[in-house]
């Protein structure tokens, strides 16, 4: 599975929410069984469907996001709201800005309303690493991405780092 890069217009869209009938139907669920293997593939530790063309609310998350996940968890829709002020920074890289990286500030806990792959309704609060993770793969679903709210941003190539 190919990952879109920048330039591509696409990641700058905001993708379309979906009914439960789509998102049950066997092409969506082949979708979502197709980008686990592929962000595991490009070292991610999320995915979200426009990073692989499809313009849809849908993101992936790999099982290290937090310690409580058993299998990679699936969010179609979701929202996230802050439920604390408490901010952090951190680097951050990103599968469709290969090789750039950045220090981008986001809330430390936050509570995620959302689907399941089968439609199940998910109600959670995430903190720390997992709440940077779900915040990041929204902002995809918002046509954001992280070079947006960065810092510091600097690219690495051949072992080499240069200031952006």
């Known amino acids: 599975m190919k990952i879109v890069t920048l330039p591509t217009q696409s990641l700058r869209e905001r993708s379309r929410e979906i009914d439960r009938d789509f998102l049950l139907s066997e092409k969506t669920q082949k979708l979502i069984d197709e980008m686990?293997?592929?962000?595991?593939e490009h070292d991610g530790v999320g995915l979200a469907a426009p990073q692989v063309g499809r313009n849809i609310r849908i993101c992936v998350l790999a099982k290290m996001a937090d310690?409580?996940?058993?299998?990679?968890?699936?969010?179609?829709?979701?929202?996230?709201?802050?439920?604390?002020?408490?901010?952090?920074?951190?680097?951050?890289?990103?599968?469709?800005v290969p090789n750039v990286f950045g220090k981008v500030i986001r809330y430390s806990d936050i509570?995620?309303?959302?689907?399941?792959?089968?439609?199940?309704?998910l109600s959670f609060d995430a903190k720390k690493f997992f709440a940077r993770v779900i915040q990041h793969e929204c902002d995809h679903l918002n046509g954001i991405l992280f070079i947006d709210k960065a810092t510091d941003l600097h690219e690495v190539k051949d072992g080499k780092e240069e200031k952006l």
């Open 36 to 40: 686990i293997p592929a962000m595991y």
């Open 111 to 121: 509570h995620v309303e959302a689907w399941d792959r089968n439609g199940k309704k």
């Open 67 to 96: 310690k409580s996940l058993k299998e990679e968890l699936i969010l179609v829709n979701p929202t996230w709201e802050k439920i604390s002020k408490k901010k952090n920074t951190d680097t951050e890289g990103c599968l469709s």
